[in-house]
């Protein structure tokens, strides 16, 4: 079952979330009922520079019995020192929907239905950065 | 149409002692449950079950001999009413092996039900037990219908029925040595059963095969895959020809490419040997992925089904139709570890029955979420989130490991459901490691708050067709 969209009905729940609590979300149906999301502006903890930044990562169709892995941010984000983001579970020389990018690895070795969501999960990646300065 | 009720052995066990408490008074209950329609007939999914307490849930009534309260019936519906359950009423009559609603009951029901299924906007019914009996009458749409019994789904698979069935005939002369194992009956219900086999390669045909010869009446095996060369050492009466030899080991790349494109799809490779095991069978093989919308329906009203495959996609699926719409499952394999220096790891055959109330393979650990976000991604994602060790990396496949551990499960099944297995044996995950000539059971503890097999607010335990399954549209 997917909406007009071509989501399905737990991505489509994943994107209101996002969305009441981030604001703008650009999804990008991935043609199997789950969508490449950009949410455009995180705020972003103070051991970084920038105030805010884009981050993407991509909801499956059978979101959310399955966990949201791989979180891209721009190339350019750096600690308040100035120095590049890098290090054990940063992956830099990726692209993201087009825009140079860094990726960000951190699985959930358990992830519960229902209570676990992107939303959640792009809070803790957020606060695991921020928390590595 | 068929209505049957299904249900766990503990709760049927705390149904019971609750109805049968030893002093021959009727007693009652409520249960909400979430329901299952397919072309096989309406399934009633118990969700929760609610105990009347005597003398103030379960009354003196001037037009039965006992009723539920106004109070009780107003809080059980308003639960099903937000959850979107089906509401059944429960009470009983004595112990025995037949059991009918008397006039009383019948004049209550007509009372009582207009107006609950108006509230409840869903079916509603009632249950009477003995103790070793249950018949039932669901209403929809101002129409009743009686109920044709309950399965209890646990380590045994259950039946109730409102009288004793009827003896079925001996078993046909083919099935003669093993009914003298199963008895008529046991042959008989191997016939009435729907199983579905996800996964048709070297576990799954051999599970298939095995089902065919046992004499199960009807089998679905569901697989995406085309027969190779390499298949061939491991799938019973797989030929050349099937997998198209001659073309796939050319040197051609265009040949090999029409080899891959044409060669004949494992299920109809399968359907070929188990026509010819159970010729009064019906097979279905179905070509497709098993979270295709278009094939996932056949599970939800499956019997029992067998997750023969090693993706953690068909685990997950399977795992949560087990627990969602009450069918038991048992998930095989085996994994042959050998490194690129050629040394060989510990080899792991496991087989995992999910009984519905014990068994969850998330709550097991057996669910690599991992591995599941990696299979769930497109093509183009997936490249990009890879991890190190690549998944399509073909792993070594041997038949008899395959047989050993295809064997153990086809034989819990066959146990579960003519209920072989001896008195209290719990029916767990077990573990063979052949190179150590161990076998094992392996246990684990149950989440609390597993969205699978918990009735936490957030669970899909027994919802049936109130929530979407997690499926790729067709």
């Known amino acids: 079952m997917t909406s007009p969209d071509g989501f399905s009905e737990g991505v489509s729940r994943g994107l209101a979330e996002l969305r009441s609590k981030y604001g703008t979300v650009i ?23 920038q105030e805010q930044s884009w981050v993407g990562f991509v909801l499956p169709y059978n979101y959310d019995d399955v966990q949201v892995y791989g979180h891209f941010v721009p190339v350019d984000l750096t600690y308040a020192d100035g120095t590049a983001l890098a290090g054990s579970g940063l992956q830099a020389g990726q692209t993201w929907e087009g825009r140079p990018a860094i990726k960000i690895s951190r699985s959930s070795l358990r992830w519960r239905s229902g209570v676990d969501s992107a939303a959640l999960k792009l809070q803790k990646v957020i606060e695991w950065l921020g928390a590595r300065r | 149409m068929t209505v049957q009720l299904r249900m766990t052995t503990s709760q049927r066990d705390t149904l019971l002692r609750h109805l049968f408490p030893g002093d021959g008074e009727e007693h009652g209950a409520v249960l909400a449950c979430g329901q299952a329609r397919s072309a096989r007939g309406t399934r009633l999914l118990v969700r929760e079950i609610f ?19 106004p109070e009780f019936v ?86 109730m ?68 060369v390499s298949n061939l050492s491991r799938i019973p009466a797989a030929t050349r020809w099937d997998a198209l030899a001659w073309l796939a080991e050319s040197r051609s790349a265009r040949a090999r490419a029409v080899a891959a494109r044409f060669a004949r799809p494992k299920v109809r490779v399968i359907g070929r040997e188990a026509r010819r095991a159970n010729p009064r069978g019906v097979y279905r093989g179905l070509h497709a992925d098993i979270v295709s919308a278009a094939v996932a329906h056949e599970l939800t009203d499956a019997d029992f089904i067998f997750c023969a495959t090693d993706t953690m996609t068909s685990r997950m699926f399977a795992n949560i139709v087990a627990h969602q719409y009450m069918v038991p499952v048992i998930q095989l394999g085996a994994k042959i570890p050998v490194d690129s220096e050629g040394d060989v790891g510990v080899i792991h055959l496991p087989v995992r029955p999910v009984t519905v109330e014990r068994g969850c393979l998330d709550c097991a650990g057996a669910i690599s979420q ?80 597993c969205p699978y097999c918990s009735t936490s607010a957030h669970s899909r335990f027994a919802l049936g067709d109130a929530r979407p399954l997690p499926t790729r549209p067709a």
């Open chain 1, 27 to 49: 999804a990008v149906a991935t043609g199997d009922g789950g969508a490449r999301v950009t949410v455009e502006a995180v705020p972003l903890p103070a051991s970084i520079r």
């Open chain 2, 51 to 69: 105990l009347a307490r005597d003398g103030i849930e379960f009354i003196a009534s001037t037009s039965a001999y006992r009723a539920l309260s």
């Open chain 2, 74 to 159: 107003a809080r059980t519906s308003d639960f099903c009413h937000d959850g979107g359950f089906v509401w059944l009423s429960v009470h009983n009559h004595g112990p025995g092996d037949s059991v009918a609603f008397s006039a009383a009951d019948r004049r209550s029901h007509d009372r009582l039900y207009p107006s609950l299924e108006h509230f409840t906007k869903r079916p509603v019914g009632a249950l009477v037990f003995a103790d070793q009996a249950v018949a039932g009458e669901l209403r929809f749409d101002g129409r009743a219908q009686a109920m044709d019994g309950a399965v209890i789904v646990g380590d045994r698979i259950e039946r």
């Open chain 2, 161 to 228: 029925h409102p009288r004793p069935p009827a003896l079925p005939p001996d078993a046909p002369a083919t099935y003669n040595r093993q009914a003298l194992l199963l008895g008529a009956r046991g042959q008989h219900l191997l016939r009435q059963l729907k199983v579905v086999v996800i996964g048709a390669g070297g576990a799954g045909s051999i599970v298939c095969l095995q089902l065919a010869r046992l004499g199960v009446g009807e089998l679905v095996a569901i697989d995406p895959d085309r027969l190779s």
């Open chain 2, 370 to 449: 991992r591995l599941l976000h990696l299979e769930s991604l497109v093509d183009e994602d997936r490249a990009r989130h890879r991890y190190v060790d690549d998944p399509d990396v073909e792993e070594p496949s041997v038949i008899s490991l395959n047989t050993e551990t295809a064997g153990r499960a086809v034989t819990d099944f066959l146990f579960m459901v003519c209920g072989l297995h001896s008195a209290g044996t719990p029916v767990g995950h077990q573990m063979l490691e052949p190179r150590e000539r161990l076998l094992m059971s392996t246990s684990f503890e149950r989440d609390p708050a």
